[in-house]
């Protein structure tokens, strides 16, 4: 069964910091990229990050580069997705997903969990 344990997520000032950790199971992590997406009410689902785990290739949406980054621990199983400056519309429901193709890791998802909320007051 894939499972994703996402943790980190929380309430935060603008221009603060929080790290969502994501640990998978269930399936080869080695063989997937694995990310973040979003879900904003009112708004569409936007990809922001992922993580080729099998030569770390990294891939960013325009609106989080140069604030979040992400990395992996294959050992563990688990990406984390390291997140500064924040702003309010970062706003969202943050979802951990896997995906067979790293092209297309920012797109489509294979596997995503249930996902942790992410609040940034101004």
């Known amino acids: 069964e894939v499972q994703f344990v996402e943790s980190g997520g929380g309430l935060v000032q603008a221009g603060g910091s929080l790290r969502l950790s994501c640990a998978a199971s269930g399936f080869t992590f080695d063989d997937y990229a694995i990310g973040w997406f979003r879900k904003a009410p009112g708004k569409e689902r936007e990809g922001l990050s992922c993580i080729s785990t099998s030569d770390g290739s990294t891939y960013y949406t325009d609106s989080v580069k140069g604030r979040f980054t992400i990395s992996s621990d294959n050992a563990k199983n688990t990406v984390y997705l390291q997140m500064n400056s924040l702003k309010p519309e970062d706003t969202a429901v943050y979802y951990c997903?896997?995906?067979?193709?790293?092209?297309?890791?920012?797109?489509?998802?294979?596997?995503w969990g249930q996902g942790t909320q992410v609040t940034v007051s101004s």
């Open positions: 997903a896997a995906t067979i193709e790293p092209r297309v890791c920012l797109y489509v998802y294979d596997y």
